[in-house]
């Protein structure tokens, strides 16, 4: 297995609360991970720690095929390198229209003097149209983002995502406020997506999870507490003390 | 399929041609072109009114569009006036010193004549000395360039520092509010080497036309403002109908999303920043020849103020908004404060429009910020509505 990122001995803390605890994680090139675990087991921490949010106290970000560090890097930069996130609450430009959202999130130069100089060409339009038909859509490629529902506004970040085109994609609940059938397709493009790429899927739905069928790391306060298949982890009587069985409780 | 420029900004084509017929009208009454039924004067309120309808739109773009409450663009536009009256106020002295001095039998040395030119400018301010600053002053080309470096380059420092710095919001606001309050109380000191609190005065007359009447010379400016508020419109419209323009309404929306997408979002706000203060110094260097003065309270925070509120009551995030508020508000303004309002008789008080306009104007802000978020030119929507 070839490591795309790797986060060694990670701690952070806010106010003296450790949201981070010494993590330890890696991702290969092409998986598809879940990252499960209780409230404030530090989940999106750790996804801001990757994306340059959040500068952790300890430890290192080892990124890429030429090992460099994430940590002295911005959010642009760290983006750049071909990290896609989304977001728990799906945060799309809700005053432009679908087409934009895309064009927007869609693989071209970043720099001002770029963006200023671009215009679309052929082969982004076809994949913006691409991209709409996979998500559900491309009827409403001319609406305004703010005007679409909640699952769609997942959706269209999902695409956003998908424009992107990274190496990583962090989803954060990317199956909230879904119906079934949805969650089946969403699950389907993640698959998809993590035949080539890494795709990491913090999640708090088991049954999505378990849909996933994917290797699974269970956070803990904000350290791995156990690794391995959903069969295995949900097995683990410590995993099922301080997560199922509280859930269950 | 992309459809071509106009196409997708159709009120670009419907402003251009409304200024077009404007500056048509105003051509055939005024004075010097036509049938003399406008006055003079009312040609350079007009012309100056144009100007501030161009510093509208550089508002419009920075705050509307990218989310940066400036409150120091309109120390931008005065930077822009000092910049074009030095030239003016330099060159006229001069022309002046050299026709007293060709009586004398001796022709003048250069040291006497830059001595002379100082004395009439800064004998006001106890001295004869010429500031460094004024060391371009004889050339209209380089002035004309310092129009645009001197607050293109404040811009992009102070910018860059701020940006760098993530100050935002609120925050930002009292950074550029400070800036502005601080150029203009150095430009209130008489050893700024700008005349202090008396200005640069005399910009009406231009120098290498002074038998042309000012009639000629207002519609000219006239002309050149409306040219300059066509142009910046076409701009800043072409600036923000593609990409650019979605990047940047993105950063006014949620700029850590912008910035998750990979974009670097200071670079994009320095890239605004500059070009609204380099387009706010035009329109300045555009006015102050038609107002003739320009002293340091035109710097004024209070300035920078108004502007906001031009814009806010013109819609906001619309370019035809900012224009319709800058003209609106500051021709009503100048109705209400120079007497043109008649005053009203409640029996017991007086109400005098002098007092009363910044109280009406404050009232009208806060309505249409809590009722009409959209502003004057939200009105259009109703006309125009979208399928």
Not at chain 1, 158 to 170: E, N, R
Not at chain 2, 21 to 40: C, K, M, Y
Not at chain 2, 149 to 165: D, Q
Not at chain 2, 198 to 227: H, K, R
Request: net charge neutral; aromatic share 10%; charged share 15%.
């Amino acid at each position: 297995m070839t490591t795309l990122l790797e986060m060694s001995g990670v701690s952070v803390s806010f106010d003296g609360f450790r949201a981070i605890n010494n993590l330890s994680i890696q991702f290969a090139k092409a998986e598809l991970r879940a990252i499960i675990g209780p409230n404030g087991a530090g989940k999106t921490t750790f996804m801001d720690i990757i994306t340059g949010k959040t500068k952790p106290d300890t430890g290192e970000v080892i990124w890429g095929p030429r090992n460099i560090s994430l940590l002295g890097l911005s959010e642009s930069a760290i983006a750049m390198q071909g990290i896609g996130r989304k977001f728990q609450k799906p945060t799309v430009f809700e005053a432009q229209t679908v087409r934009r959202n895309l064009a927007l999130a869609l693989k071209t130069p970043r720099g001002p003097f770029a963006v200023l100089r671009h215009s679309t060409t052929r082969p982004q339009q076809a994949r913006i149209d691409e991209i709409a038909t996979e998500i559900g859509l491309s009827d409403s490629l001319n609406r305004i983002a703010g005007e679409l529902s909640h699952g769609q506004k997942q959706w269209l970040e999902i695409g956003m995502l998908l424009a992107q085109d990274p190496l990583l994609m962090l989803v954060d609940e990317p199956a909230a406020g879904m119906t079934v059938e949805e969650r089946e397709k969403t699950t389907d493009i993640l698959k998809r997506a993590a035949e080539t790429r890494a795709v990491v899927v913090v999640e708090h739905d088991m049954e999505f999870v378990r849909r996933l069928n994917c290797k699974v790391t269970v956070l803990h306060e904000g350290a791995v507490l156990a690794e391995g298949s959903i069969e295995h982890v949900t097995s683990n009587p410590v995993v099922i003390d301080v997560y199922l069985g509280r859930a269950h409780a | 399929m992309r459809k071509s420029f106009i196409a997708q900004n159709p009120s670009v084509l419907w402003f251009l041609l409304a200024l077009a017929l404007f500056t048509l009208a105003v051509s055939v009454l005024s004075e010097a072109t036509g049938s003399a039924l406008i006055s003079t004067s009312f040609v350079k309120t007009l012309g100056k009114t144009l100007c501030l309808c161009l510093v509208a739109i550089a508002m419009d773009v920075v705050w509307g569009y990218c989310g940066i409450l400036s409150l120091g663009h309109f120390a931008f536009f005065g930077i822009g006036g000092y910049a074009i009256g030095m030239w003016l106020m330099y060159a006229r002295t001069k022309g002046l010193v050299l026709q007293g001095l060709a009586g004398n039998p001796l022709p003048p040395t250069p040291q006497e004549v830059s001595d002379a030119i100082g004395n009439q400018i800064f004998g006001v301010v106890g001295s004869s000395q010429f500031p460094w600053i004024w060391g371009f002053a004889d050339s209209l080309l380089l002035q004309l360039a310092m129009v645009v470096l001197v607050p293109g380059l404040l811009a992009l420092v102070f910018g860059w520092l701020a940006f760098r710095s993530r100050v935002t919001g609120v925050y930002l606001s009292i950074l550029t509010q400070a800036m502005t309050l601080a150029l203009s109380l150095y430009l209130f000191q008489n050893d700024s080497g700008l005349r202090g609190n008396n200005g640069l005065s005399g910009l009406q007359n231009i120098p290498g036309f002074e038998t042309t009447p000012q009639a000629t010379i207002s519609i000219v400016f006239f002309w050149a403002s409306a040219f300059a508020l066509g142009a910046g419109y076409l701009f800043f419209a072409w600036v923000l109908s593609g990409k650019m323009g979605s990047v940047v309404m993105g950063i006014r929306d949620n700029e850590a999303r912008v910035r998750f997408l990979g974009y670097p979002v200071e670079g994009f706000k320095l890239f605004i920043f500059t070009i609204t203060a380099i387009v706010a110094a035009i329109a300045g260097a555009l006015y102050y020849p038609q107002a003739g003065i320009i002293n340091p309270g035109e710097i004024a925070p209070i300035a920078s103020i108004y502007l906001a509120v031009w814009v806010a009551i013109g819609g906001r995030g619309r370019l035809y908004g900012a224009v319709i508020g800058a003209a609106f508000v500051s021709l009503l303004s100048s109705w209400f404060t120079g007497g043109g309002a008649p005053a009203v008789n409640l029996g017991f008080y007086v109400i005098q429009w002098t007092d009363w306009w910044l109280v009406l104007l404050g009232v009208s802000f806060v309505a249409v910020t809590l009722f009409f978020p959209k502003g004057i030119g939200g009105l259009f929507d109703y006309l125009v509505r979208k399928p």
